[in-house]
């Protein structure tokens, strides 16, 4: 059964950066779908940036595009994102998901993710 681990979560001013790591273990990673979700207070948990299984074909949310990159490395069994040009919507915590049977494709609403880490705040404030 995969375990997912989040950290590297913290406090930055707008403009700043930050990456989050996702560490997995009892499975290999790069065999399942992976995503970035994130979760603001009062709001519905959104899709950020997702991995398709086995294939370097990424997906990113508009309002993060040119800002944030998704990564993996497969020999640490981690996924990373990579978070410039923070601003201060970005604050939530985000958590990275995985599932399985998504094929080429990775963009799937959260209730197909069946794989959860336990989440990272991000604050981005002055």
């Known amino acids: 059964q995969l375990q997912l681990v989040e950290s590297g979560g913290g406090s930055v001013p707008p403009g700043g950066s930050l990456t989050i790591s996702c560490k997995a273990s009892g499975a290999a990673l790069e065999d399942y779908a992976t995503m970035w979700f994130r979760q603001a207070p009062g709001k519905e948990r959104e899709g950020v940036s997702c991995?398709?299984?086995?294939?370097?074909?990424?997906w990113y949310a508009r309002f993060v595009r040119g800002r944030f990159t998704i990564s993996r490395d497969n020999v640490s069994n981690t996924m990373f994102l990579q978070m410039n040009n923070l601003e201060p919507e970005d604050t939530a915590v985000y958590y990275c998901?995985?599932?399985?049977?998504?094929?080429?494709?990775?963009?799937?609403?959260?209730?197909?993710?069946?794989?959860w880490g336990q989440g990272t705040q991000v604050t981005v404030s002055s």
């Open positions: 991995l398709v299984a086995n294939r370097p074909y990424t």
């Open positions: 998901a995985a599932t399985i049977g998504l094929g080429r494709l990775c963009l799937s609403p959260a209730r197909d993710y069946t794989m």
